[in-house]
């Protein structure tokens, strides 16, 4: 039935050409004539691999080969440069060619929902074009560093996986607006995850996070789910305090970076030629009391902000409870704050 179809189709020189549930086990390997066609849909038979013919359709832009039963991303797809869309969404795939990926330089939507992914390979960081890219119902636990080199990222999906964190590095997707996460093992969202400004939706339903990164009042979020998460609960209870005792690092640390805020001072001259310094100040943190920097000693912190009036959330209501981080005891104990130690059980 497939060969008469594309015997048909050679007539007509279809742009769209829809093979879908005809239980094929193979694609005819006439389909290498019809160059014309922009939009192959493959979805929904029994196909565990493609013919080399397939690289003939140099014009082809979506191709869907869902509902199949494919292991590997087939080799024949790197040759399909033009490829804007590509639908993979349950086969059987636990691995993605590394020299597909560094060619399909124009994908901007990737769909590979409900395979069995245990991971990316760095090679992801090549699909450079991509906007949406979805792997809900995958094995994941974790996320290369890569990932974050996508930096025209739209919406990004992974619920029902088995991810424990975020790279650190998140917040270079600077584009992504929608991301959804839930139903995953993640304890703790990245700090950097304030700095994708354009954030509007997150899901994060069903997880093991207690409290969310510092800068979420940032974000123009519109929507965030959060439900069945352990998070922080607005229970004051009587705690004990240690005077600490900061190290010699920490202690040069911030009379450095206060050093730095003079525009006069030598110190501001004398760093530049010692770019590691330079390197390792640039993760200090400010306390969020009397705003100094400080370099690795802090004190964790949460403060209840309303997810209505404070972050203007409409799908929620009630306390959201999110990290502050403290420079001293002494910041702790000062009037007129609303930071609150964190107890753990």
């Known amino acids: 039935m497939a060969d008469t179809l594309l015997v048909r189709a050679l007539k007509g020189k279809p742009k769209t050409l829809n093979l879908c549930n005809k239980k094929?086990?193979?694609v005819p390997r006439a389909i290498g004539k019809l160059d014309c066609v922009l939009h192959l849909q493959l979805r929904g038979n029994k196909l565990k691999d493609l013919p080399n013919e397939l690289s003939h359709l140099f014009q082809l832009q979506i191709l869907n080969l869902g509902n199949n039963e494919l292991e590997d991303l087939p080799d024949v797809i790197e040759y399909l440069t033009m490829l804007?869309?590509?639908h993979l969404f349950n086969n059987n795939i636990q691995n993605l060619s590394p020299k597909v990926l560094t060619n399909l330089r124009n994908?901007?939507?990737?769909n590979l929902n409900s395979n069995q992914l245990k991971t990316f390979p760095p090679e992801i960081c090549r699909l450079s074009s991509l906007q949406h890219l979805s792997v809900d119902y995958n094995k994941l636990t974790e996320l290369p560093?890569?990932?974050?080199?996508?930096?025209?990222l739209e919406e990004f999906r992974a619920a029902g996986n088995q991810l424990t964190s975020l790279p650190l590095e998140f917040g270079f997707l600077v584009n992504l607006e929608k991301l959804y996460l839930q139903?995953?093992?993640i304890r703790e969202l990245p700090e950097s995850l304030g700095k994708c400004y354009k954030l509007r939706v997150i899901d994060i339903a069903a997880n093991e996070l207690r409290i969310f990164p510092?800068?979420?009042g940032d974000l123009p979020l519109k929507e965030m789910y959060c439900e069945e998460n352990p998070l922080l609960q607005h229970i004051p209870v009587h705690?004990?305090?240690e005077e600490e005792v900061l190290s010699l690092k920490e202690i040069t640390a911030r009379y450095v970076m206060k050093e730095l805020k003079d525009r006069w001072s030598y110190l501001r001259r004398a760093i530049r030629h010692y770019p590691q310094i330079k390197d390792m100040l640039a993760q200090a943190s400010k306390c969020s009391v009397c705003g100094e920097s400080f370099l690795n000693t802090w004190l964790?912190?949460?403060r209840f902000v309303d997810a209505k009036s404070d972050l203007h959330l409409t799908n929620i209501t009630g306390l959201v409870p999110v990290r502050a981080l403290l420079c001293s005891y002494k910041c702790f104990n000062s009037a007129g704050h609303q930071y609150y130690g964190v107890a753990f059980p």
């Open 107 to 110: 994908l901007t939507f990737l």
């Open 300 to 302: 964790e912190c949460v």
């Open 239 to 241: 705690s004990v305090q």
């Open 84 to 86: 804007e869309k590509l």
């Open 214 to 216: 510092t800068e979420l």
């Open 145 to 152: 560093v890569e990932i974050c080199a996508l930096l025209r």
């Open 24 to 26: 094929l086990h193979k």
């Open 183 to 185: 139903k995953n093992k």
